[in-house]
């Protein structure tokens, strides 16, 4: 699986967008891009992914740069309890592992 | 809606002893996958079982050994503990024999099992 770079850490105003930047260079047609979330010591969570296109759901927005070579989680209004690590991972859907980098600790301050 | 059940949630072991984690899937999800947590860091992929087959192996120890049974639940088994298993071990599972636009790589987590090794 392709290698992401996430910044170590970053911090954001309650009701304020939070926009999380991924680097994924290396990544092959093939490969997805995945977010997770990990809240303080619970089972990470899916947040959404994507190919190529831009995606939306009900927790985040996902905008992949047209060379996919980058990407960034869009959290629209950050609350209290979004603080938690971010998780950017590039992954073939046909039942590949999941291999954690070093995520984004996002910390929402009241 | 019924998510991944592990047990025990907290489990506390000598050195030298052995453990054994269970992890129940989501119904008709065929695939399981383990992951080893230690204290400030990031998940560690060990192993995964695709109806019952073992599928994919990262960096498991030759002292640990998973298995998925018939009913698709598994378990992971420690031997010979020692201080460095004491982790989070978290199972997730998915429904990998699902094709189409069902389908969405997404893996659902539990909630762990905590290790203590004293």
């Known amino acids: 699986d392709a290698k992401t770079t996430q910044p170590t850490s970053m911090d954001c105003a309650e009701g304020r967008a939070a926009n999380l930047p991924c680097n994924h260079s290396t990544i092959s047609g093939n490969e997805y891009v995945y977010w997770y979330r990990q809240i303080h010591s619970q089972g990470p969570q899916y947040i959404i992914h994507?190919?190529?296109n831009n995606e939306t759901n009900e927790m985040a927005s996902l905008i992949i740069t047209e060379d996919r070579k980058s990407s960034t989680l869009i959290l629209p209004h950050a609350t209290l309890r979004d603080t938690a690590v971010y998780y950017c991972i590039v992954r073939e859907t046909s039942g590949s592992r999941l291999t954690f980098g070093e995520g984004t600790q996002l910390t929402v301050n009241p | 809606a019924a998510g991944v059940i592990q047990s025990p949630r907290h489990l506390i072991k000598e050195k030298r002893e052995t453990a054994t984690l269970k992890c129940y899937p989501i119904?008709?999800?065929?695939?399981v996958y383990w992951y080893q947590q230690g204290p400030g860091q990031d998940p560690q992929f060990l192993i995964s079982f695709y109806e019952k087959m073992q599928s994919d192996k990262g960096s498991i120890p030759d002292r640990f050994s998973a298995q998925q049974f018939s009913d698709y639940h598994s378990e992971l088994n420690m031997s010979s503990l020692e201080l460095g298993d004491s982790a989070l071990y978290f199972c997730a599972s998915s429904p990998e024999g699902l094709t189409g636009a069902e389908y969405t790589g997404e893996l659902f987590f539990g909630e762990g099992s905590r290790l203590t090794v004293l």
């Open positions: 994507g190919l190529k």
């Open positions: 119904p008709r999800h065929d695939t």
